[in-house]
């Protein structure tokens, strides 16, 4: 399977420059970039071999800039991420109308990505971004703050929305925050008494509602990337620039991400439930994901930093049944680092004739 992350469905809705936007004038070059990446796939695997394609939706709400600069769109004030991100005090949160309509664009750059060939989309809802902030949104008022029935309307609602319009043969996935590890009441998955503590009873009432309305995978993940602890969300050895050493060794947190999926795929053993933070697991991401998938822990296994380092990765798993050593993922955030700068991301260390100028030349920009 293919997950092709990251597409704003709104030109605001960018976190940076170069992030994908599918709309009415771009779907040709969507079509033509799927239909390249299948015959890449066929050359690759055989004429038989067909991944299966997900096109991810996003809106980055307080973390868009679109051209470059913070535009934030919130849900509500967060006392803890606000500075961090651009915002300033008396910046208004986004309103329940302008939400009713962002729903809208969902709903049209999934009809897009069906009509350019792709076999699903994902609704992303992780990481802070819009519809993860909505999840959390304890102290908003109005339609979408305050319960959980309020908490959760943008992304449920999305999902019907989606569902009417590109009937049933057309996969919805949902790429989930479990667990924010983030301060209540601005958290979500979290014990109200400790926020170091995850508290799925939400998360999971949340996927067995999304089951219920059709969606067919659900991507599971945690923390946040751009707060204090990264490590929730992507175990590594190196931070990136700017960034401390991770607060717990990379085997916690990578055991962390596996409990979560675990206990959400046991609550609905029926639903493809995908696992992540394997890529720091290096050359044992097969062993790992094979016990997950094989003691019922996870349908699926998700490789993102891997899959930079090491882009045959599922192929040699398939047909050598082990992982070169010498191309995998060492942790490095220099991919993420790359990221964050503005630029396009890749190995610096796997693939150094490419990234690693583009590393240096934008690392001493910034």
């Given at each position: 399977?293919?997950?092709?992350e990251a597409t704003a469905v709104v030109p605001g809705g960018r976190a940076n420059l170069r992030q994908l936007y599918i709309n009415r004038n771009n779907v040709h070059s969507f079509k033509e970039f799927l239909a390249t990446a299948?015959?890449?796939a066929r050359d690759s695997m055989g004429a038989g071999h067909h991944p299966l394609c997900i096109l991810q939706l996003t809106h980055s709400g307080r973390y868009s800039k679109p051209?470059?600069?913070p535009q934030p769109v919130i849900a509500y004030h967060d006392p803890y991420l606000d500075a961090r991100a651009g915002v300033s005090p008396d910046q208004e949160p986004v309103t329940d109308a302008d939400l009713e309509q962002l729903q809208d664009k969902y709903v049209e750059a999934a009809l897009?990505?069906?009509?350019?060939?792709?076999d699903g989309v994902d609704i992303k809802s992780c990481y802070r971004y819009l519809l993860s902030e909505l999840l959390a949104a304890h102290t908003r008022a109005g339609r979408y703050g305050d319960d959980f029935n309020n908490r959760s309307r943008f992304l449920l609602e999305t999902v019907e929305k989606v569902r009417a319009k590109t009937g049933n043969d057309f996969i919805l996935a949902v790429r989930l925050n479990a667990y924010d590890a983030h301060p209540y009441p601005y958290g979500w998955g979290v014990d109200p008494e400790d926020y170091t503590r995850p508290d799925l009873a939400d998360p999971i009432r949340l996927v067995r509602l999304l089951k219920e309305k059709g969606v067919a995978l659900v991507s599971i993940s945690a923390?946040?990337?751009y707060y204090t602890n990264p490590e929730v969300t992507r175990p590594f050895d190196i931070p990136p620039k700017g960034a401390g050493l991770p607060a717990e060794h990379p085997l916690e947190s990578v055991a962390r991400l596996?409990?979560?999926?675990?206990?959400?795929?046991?609550a609905e053993p029926e639903l493809a439930i995908v696992g992540s933070g394997y890529s720091w697991l290096r050359q044992f991401f097969g062993h790992a994901a094979a016990a997950n998938i094989a003691r019922g822990a996870a349908t699926l296994a998700g490789a993102g930093r891997l899959a930079f380092a090491y882009p045959d990765f599922a192929r040699d798993l398939l047909t050598r049944g082990y992982l070169d050593e010498r191309r995998v993922c060492i942790a490095c955030s220099r991919c993420t680092q790359i990221m964050r700068d503005g630029g396009k991301a890749g190995c610096v260390v796997r693939d150094a004739g490419v990234y690693l100028p583009v590393y240096k030349e934008i690392s001493s920009a910034s």
């Open positions: 399977m293919l997950w092709f299948l015959r890449e051209y470059g600069r897009l990505a069906q009509e350019a060939g792709f923390g946040n990337p596996f409990k979560i999926t675990r206990e959400i795929q046991e």
